[in-house]
């Protein structure tokens, strides 16, 4: 079984997301008193559940971390325009951020001839990463917090639609199994580079992929196999975890 840090598993989802939201606002709140007085934590979150579901959960606790010391990337975006109910970013600022005093929100772009990259993805790919360069140099995130889906993808990395070795830090996909096509993720190697990485999801739907991933497979065939790492924290609920082998009854 892959070895990682932590591998913790509750009973239901109100468990798990309290459980894994304290614990995170924690480490955090560690990380900003590590980090020098005038720079911020890299924090990247993914979309789904960790916007709709588990950021909203810790809205009542959002005072207790300064965020002006915290500057937060999506992992993946969707290109498409500005409002689209589809956009990763709008659910994490209205579900979250918004009351996150002082936080610094790096966007990736839309697909509006206005936006950068005028409506072009490779564009607004190539736009985003040099933002990437300005403000990340070499490095990569400092933490992360992301889910998976079913298939075992991660950020916009879908299993056998990309090279999980490519190493420009932000990629263009156009072939995305799950719509829409089009969109802007960071690469396997910045999401393996990341100090820390906080996997977390629920459902059955979820136990094969996670199972199959602790067992060894091959992240060009689980992406999610990619970033289970020592380094890695993961957090599940019983029904995600059901197929994880050490974990069996």
């Known amino acids: 079984?892959?070895?990682?840090?932590?591998?913790?598993?509750?009973?239901?989802?109100?468990e798990l997301n309290e459980a894994v939201g304290r614990a995170f606002l924690a480490r955090l709140n560690t990380l900003i008193d590590e980090a020098g007085a005038d720079s911020r934590v890299n924090l990247a979150i993914s979309g789904g559940a960790i916007t709709t579901s588990l950021l909203p959960s810790l809205l009542p606790h959002v005072g207790e971390v300064n965020w002006s010391r915290v500057r937060v990337w999506l992992v993946d975006e969707r290109y498409v325009p500005a409002g689209d109910k589809d956009r990763n970013d709008d659910q994490a600022w209205e579900g979250f951020l918004h009351a996150a005093s002082g936080v610094e929100f790096v966007r990736m772009p839309t697909s509006d001839a206005s936006a950068p990259g005028a409506g072009s993805l490779d564009e607004?790919?190539?736009?985003?990463?040099?933002?990437?360069r300005e403000l990340m140099g070499e490095r990569s995130f400092d933490i992360a917090l992301i889910g998976m889906g079913p298939d075992g993808h991660i950020?916009?990395?879908f299993p056998g639609r990309v090279d999980m070795d490519e190493a420009s830090p932000i990629l263009a996909i156009r072939n995305s199994p799950k719509p829409p096509p089009e969109r802007i993720t960071v690469s396997m190697p910045v999401m393996r580079a990341c100090a820390e990485a906080w996997l977390t999801t629920a459902g059955a739907a979820k136990a094969d992929?996670?199972?199959?991933?602790?067992?060894?497979?091959?992240p060009l065939d689980l992406p999610v196999a990619g970033v289970l790492a020592p380094t890695t924290r993961v957090y599940l609920d019983e029904a995600a975890a059901a197929s994880i082998a050490t974990l069996a009854p």
Do not use: D, I, N, Q
């Open 155 to 157: 950020c916009s990395l």
């Open 209 to 218: 992929a996670l199972g199959r991933a602790f067992a060894g497979a091959s």
């Open 1 to 14: 079984m892959v070895a990682v840090h932590t591998l913790e598993v509750y009973p239901t989802v109100e």
């Open 124 to 132: 607004a790919t190539a736009a985003f990463a040099a933002t990437w």
